[in-house]
Antibody
Framework: QVQLQESGPGLVKPSQTLALSCTVS??????????WAWIRQPAGRGLEWIGR???????DYNASLKSRVAISMDTSNNQVTLRLTSVTAADSAIYYC??????????????WGRGTLVTVSS | IQLTQSPSFMSASVGDRVTITCRAS??????LAWYQQEPGKAPKLLIY???TLQSGVPSRFSGSGSGTEFTLTIHNLQPEDFATYYC????????FGPGTKVDI
């Protein structure tokens, strides 16, 4: 059974870099026709896709965050990591990682972690 | 690609049939998924490719549509269905609709 678990600091100071990890159990992050995505949700608001890392090594990012975000893979720990630089209060949110699956050219997010709350405050 | 959902909020009763509409700003074929999110929980996949029911999801959920207009229908609404529903387009990168809250 594949499971995803987000982890990282719950509090980050403005202008600093947010770093989160998504630990995958029950599957290898580097194999299969999958991608690993990060999505966030500010309190009481909707979902925002941040970006994805494809097992083939390519990445795609939300245009609104592209200059500040990087997603990478740590195969030794079977993790997918998110780095977001120069954070502000607007980056406070629950951050989710999710697995993207392909079926007959249709992609969808079939598995989600439980999410981790990040607050940006001094 | 921008997604809109209607209504943004609705009140319903157990046993009702509920229909939620998602509209895309440009044609996306069937590259659309629906998710259910209960308070305090992660989203859960219900429908992908616009009309394919995810394994384990009750058959009272159904999806339809293609191009720019899509619907999620819940037949015989159950107590556990009171939640927020999001559509997501997967044609050009990914974006989510603003959500529809289904309340008692």
């Amino acid at each position: 059974q594949v499971q995803l678990q987000e982890s990282g600091p719950g509090l980050v100071k403005p202008s600093q870099t947010l770093a989160l990890s998504c630990t995958v159990s029950g599957a290898s992050v580097s194999s299969g026709n999958f991608y690993w995505a990060w999505i966030r949700q500010p309190a009481g608001r909707g979902l925002e896709w941040i970006g994805r890392f494809y097992t083939g090594g390519t990445t795609d990012y939300n245009a609104s965050l592209k200059s500040r975000v990087a997603i990478s893979m740590d195969t030794s720990n079977n993790q997918v990591t998110l780095r977001l630089t120069s954070v502000t209060a607007a980056d406070s949110a629950i951050y989710y990682c999710a697995r993207g699956v392909n079926w007959e050219s249709y992609w969808y997010f079939d598995l989600w972690g439980r999410g981790t709350l990040v607050t940006v405050s001094s | 690609i921008q997604l809109t959902q209607s209504p943004s909020f609705m009140s319903a009763s157990v046993g009702d049939r509920v229909t939620i509409t998602c509209r895309a700003s440009q044609a996306i074929g069937r590259y659309l998924a629906w998710y259910q999110q209960e308070p305090g929980k992660a989203p859960k996949l219900l429908i992908y490719a616009a009309l394919t029911l995810q394994s384990g999801v009750p058959s009272r959920f159904s999806g339809s549509g293609s191009g720019t207009e899509f619907t999620l229908t819940i037949h015989n609404l159950q107590p556990e269905d009171f939640a927020t529903y999001y559509c997501q387009q997967l044609n050009s990168y990914f974006s989510f609709g603003p959500g529809t809250k289904v309340d008692i």
